[in-house]
Structures are given as C-alpha cells and as structure tokens.
C-alpha cells in the first residue's frame, strides 16, 4: 500500500533529514516508525500526504507516486491523527467528524449521521456529539481525532504520536482501542512513536531510524527483540528488551491453580491462608489476609488490594507481571469478562518461558 523507494530529504542548510530510505508497507497492517527525537519519522510520514517533499526517490501510495496526485485530493484519501486531535475549537465535535464527508461532497445529513456511527464506534457517548473540544478530557478528544481521520473511509491512516500527550492509563486504553478497531476496518496504518513499548505493542512491523534519518532495521517485534541489528537498535530497544518479548511467548501452556476463596457481603470464618475475595458477578476485589477476623459481613475496606489481573490468553508478560505485584505472590487470571478463573505464580510463569525457550531436543 506504501512504499518509499530510495527517499531522501535534505534541506537547505545541507541538513538531511531522511537518508536513502526504503521500505514497504504491507496493505492492512499497522506498521510503526520508531526512533529518537530529529531522526525523520515524522518528516518521512509526512511525505506520504505531500505534507513534505522528498528531495530525490519516490513515495507510492496504491502503486502511484504521490507526486502525480493533486495534494488536496490525496489528503482527503489518507486519515491523519496528530498530538492533541487538531481538533477545530469553534466546531462540536459531530462536526469536526462531519468535516472530511462535507468536503467529498456528503448532504450534511448524511455527513452528521456518518459522524454519529463513528462516534460509537471509537468508544464514545452519543450525548458527546454537542460538545466541543474543550470540553472533553484528553483521551476523549484523541477519540475524536482518530473519528474525524476515519470519516471519509480511507484506506491509508497516518498517525502521529498520538496518544503522547495523555496520562500513561488514558494511552493504554486508546492504544488497545486501535488494536480493536484495526481488527474490524483493516486499514493500513502508518504509526510514529518515540516510545519503544508502544511501538511493540502496536507494530505488526517496526521501523527504527537512527539521527540522519538512517533505517537502522525494519522487523517484526519479536524478531526486533531477539536479534537487534547492531548496538544503537540495542540500546534503544533497552536493556530489559528480554523482558519485553514475552509480549510474544504462547501462553497457551499456562495453566492457572484454584485458590481458596470469599464472597463479599457473606460471613466468613478466620483461618491462616490468604484468600481471594469475589464480588457478586464472580469478579476479584482484593485478597482477605490470614488470621483476620470479620464482625459481620465482609466489606471490601477489610481487603488488601491485590495486584494486576492477567486476561487468559493476553501474551505471558502480563500473568508474570500480576504475579510479582500480587501481595501473596499469586497473580489472579480473569477471563474476557473479568471473571474469576484460577491463579498463577511467577515460578509457574518462568517454568512456560524456560520451556519456549528450550532448543528442541533437549531435556
């Protein structure tokens, strides 16, 4: 769907901010442009919507080089997100959606009514639709923002950081909210990102540029991760780059243990084990210490709070994670909706990453 062939852009101060850079992107994926500050991934993206013109190479979008498009009607073929929406201050937010289908020539009715679907669509209450920009928080108008690039249906979306500018619990939500809806449009993704995790995360590929503009390697996650290209891609993937690739590992072969547990608003005897205290709907709420005595019905203030909940099937980092922040040392596993399904320890989560990573045809 794009691809860069040989780009190169130098200003006129002799400053080159892309170096004879080429790499395709596959149609329907999510690729990710990853690296320091003043390293070219924007300056690259941007050349993708003649924001930007390369000095020498090709840009092709579809097969045909952007430079043979009128620039008006390419950008209104391509989603574009920015930092902080670029939301329009003096318009509501159905009609910051409604702006691109009124442009392709959409009734206002039928522009509004287009705006009202992506509205749900990207997570957000209809009564939202009357307000304005600085009325919603942050996350809210990122939503916007993504709505507003979607509107016109493009295949190409163009995403630049963001989701950098909200708190990091806001970021985890809008990133799993993409993953959610690229599940369901299928676009072809162009993403840019100073953060290593979150290219990872969201990456079916994963482009690192190094200063100058250099393609310092082009990978999947877990390839990147387990065998960096050289040591600037080892120093920026980090340290802890092992870690991260259990991002990755099968967790098919975790199996969680049953553990000793309480209904909330019930009587419950004093014994000496910890034990995990269920809400109503079958829901973790915390874990009930040893030797502790309740008069009455068990509350939730009588709880020790318990660590992240793992989501069976999410990849294994995230059991080793609840596991260590569990204050008994058992991460608490959770189906899709939250319910209880078992424990897990960090030994038992260490044992399934030793296993994966045992040659075959060893012991």
Request: charged share 25%.
């Amino acid at each position: 769907m794009i691809e860069f062939q040989a780009v190169r852009k130098e200003y006129q101060n002799g400053t080159v901010a892309v170096h004879e850079l080429s790499l395709s992107v596959r149609t329907g994926t999510i690729t990710v442009l990853v690296g320091p500050s003043g390293c070219g991934k924007t300056t690259l993206m941007r050349m993708v919507n003649r924001m930007i013109e390369p000095s020498s190479g090709k840009v092709l979008v579809g097969g045909t080089d952007v430079r043979e498009r009128d620039p008006a009607e390419l950008r209104r073929g391509i989603g574009y997100v920015i930092q902080q929406a670029g939301l329009f201050p003096h318009r509501t937010v159905l009609d910051n959606i409604a702006t691109v289908p009124l442009l392709h020539g959409r009734s206002k009715q039928e522009a509004r009514k287009r705006a009202g679907d992506l509205l749900e669509l990207v997570g957000l209450q209809p009564e939202l639709a009357k307000r304005y920009p600085a009325q919603l928080s942050g996350g809210q108008q990122q939503r916007v923002g993504v709505a507003r690039a979607l509107a016109a249906d493009p295949p190409v979306l163009l995403m630049d950081e963001p989701f950098s500018a909200v708190d990091p619990v806001v970021r985890e939500g809008l990133q799993d909210e993409l993953l959610r809806l690229q599940d369901e449009l299928d676009k072809t993704v162009l993403f840019v990102t100073h953060d290593i995790d979150e290219a990872i995360k969201l990456g079916e590929k994963v482009a690192v540029l190094r200063q100058g503009g250099h393609l310092a390697q082009y990978a999947e996650p877990d390839d990147l991760l387990a065998e960096p290209a050289d040591d600037f891609v080892t120093a920026f993937v980090g340290r802890d780059r092992g870690y991260r690739r259990l991002s990755f590992v099968d967790s098919d072969s975790l199996r969680p243990q049953p553990v000793d547990t309480v209904q909330l608003g019930t009587r419950v005897d004093r014994q000496q084990q910890w034990r995990l205290a269920l809400d109503d709907t079958g829901k973790p709420r915390g874990w009930l210490p040893p030797e502790t005595e309740v008069d009455g019905p068990l509350t939730e203030d009588r709880l020790v709070a318990g660590g992240s909940l793992y989501s069976r099937g999410a990849p294994l980092r995230g059991a080793l994670d609840a596991a260590l922040s569990a204050p008994t040392g058992l991460g608490v596993v959770v189906d899709p909706d939250g319910g209880y399904v078992g424990v897990v320890t960090a030994e038992h989560v260490l044992g399934v990453i030793e296993q994966h990573r045992r040659p075959e045809g060893l012991p």
